[in-house]
């Protein structure tokens, strides 16, 4: 028999040790082919891209792609993903471009 409380682990007072899972869903947008986003030219900002020039540090696009730029975006079309949020994006209030 067990004293209530010391080997009880529900019992009221007695130690209680728990864990919760907290779970959420990430919607990730759907590309139509695996590497898609190799096809086009993603928005970065220009500070970012010279950094990367200088350092071959990654940069991080709008849509979230993460590379080294190393080609000419001028050949490729614009990402469709990067281009929604460009257009969503608001004019800074800095006053600068």
């Known amino acids: 028999m067990s004293t209530p409380g010391l080997d009880d682990p529900i019992a009221p007072g007695g130690p209680q040790t728990g ?29 970012k891209i010279l950094e990367s020039a200088l350092t071959g540090a990654p940069v991080v696009a709008l849509c979230g792609k993460v590379w080294v730029p190393g080609r000419d975006p001028k050949k490729f079309p614009v990402c469709p993903e990067c281009k929604e949020i460009y257009d969503g994006l608001r004019a800074p209030q800095d006053g600068s471009d």
Do not use: C, I, N
């Open 19 to 47: 864990t919760a899972t907290l779970e959420r869903t990430e919607v990730v947008p759907q590309l139509q082919e695996p590497g898609d986003h190799e096809r086009f030219s993603h928005y970065v900002r220009k500070e």
